[in-house]
């Protein structure tokens, strides 16, 4: 596309790059999905590296991730997403691999594989999307649900005596040997958008470096399980989950690497 493109007298400030496809989502209104879906397929398209591009998508609101992303892509059992990863990567050491995970997949029955996959330094793609709840089964808690957060399974609020504190797991992966880039971000305003897509595009040009796994959370919204309109779970979201998962970078690779 050239600045000047025009469609009916129409400048084209934006379309659709063929590393998506065309199926109407299934997420909900107001989710984060979506875009990050988006930007990561972007990325992906502008790196030129379609043919050699292999996501993995486990259990949970992401399972038909294939669905969007026109790249080839593998299931996994709930929580073995990392692990799935680590066997493809391994035996395509040329492709440029990464998962696609939520909170409930990777910070609770996953919880497992992604701290041995990153600790051995496996080279791929971990990207992290945390919304604080089970958002594909009906908004249970979560490993990082927030104390005192209302869901279906802790109707009054997450209580840390029988229900521990919230697992924040992204600088736990950062103290890990085997994580060379970890950093957090979001997708709720045009700018988060371009730092997530920053962030995304530096952990796919690592990779064949082979010096270890990247691991990108995006803090998310869940207007369905928090039960709030998209605006409202978007300010919420900045009000609460900031303030216990602050975007930035967690760990960056040692300097002069290229």
């Known amino acids: ?22 199926n109407p ?23 030129g590296i379609q043919d050699r591009t292999v996501g993995v998508a486990p259990v ?9 992303m026109n790249v080839d892509m593998q299931e996994a059992a709930h929580g073995r997403a990392t692990a799935v990863a680590t066997g493809i990567k391994r035996v395509l050491p040329d492709r440029y691999v990464f998962t696609y995970q939520g909170d409930g997949d990777l910070a ?15 080279n791929i793609l971990i ?12 908004g249970q808690m979560a490993p ?4 005192g957060m209302k869901t279906t399974t802790s109707p009054m609020g997450r209580d ?9 797991i992204t ?14 971000h979001s997708v709720h305003t045009p700018a988060a958008v371009r730092k997530l897509k920053k962030a995304l595009r530096l952990a796919f040009e690592y990779q064949p470096l082979n010096k270890g796994t990247c691991f990108v959370e995006v803090v998310s919204n869940c207007p369905s399980g928090w039960k709030m309109t998209p605006r409202e779970a978007n300010a919420w979201m900045e009000k609460n989950m900031f303030t216990a998962y602050p975007p930035g970078d967690v760990k960056l690779p040692p300097p002069g690497l290229n």
């Open 171 to 184: 600088p736990l992966i950062a103290q890990l040997p085997g994580a060379l880039f970890v950093t957090r």
């Open 127 to 138: 990207v992290f999307i945390n919304n604080g709840v089970y958002g594909m089964t009906g």
């Open 60 to 68: 949970g609101c992401a399972v038909f991730a294939y669905n969007y």
């Open 144 to 147: 990082t649900t927030l104390l």
């Open 108 to 122: 609770a029955i996953g919880t497992s594989e992604t701290i041995h996959t990153v600790n051995r330094g496996e």
């Open 1 to 22: 596309m050239t600045p000047k493109e025009r469609i009916n007298g129409y400048q084209l400030v934006y379309h659709r790059p063929d590393t998506l496809t065309d």
């Open 160 to 168: 840390v005596v029988t229900m521990g504190h919230p697992l924040d």
């Open 25 to 47: 989502t299934h997420y909900c209104p107001g989710c984060s999905h979506g875009v990050v879906h988006r930007v990561m397929m972007e990325v992906v398209k502008e790196m």
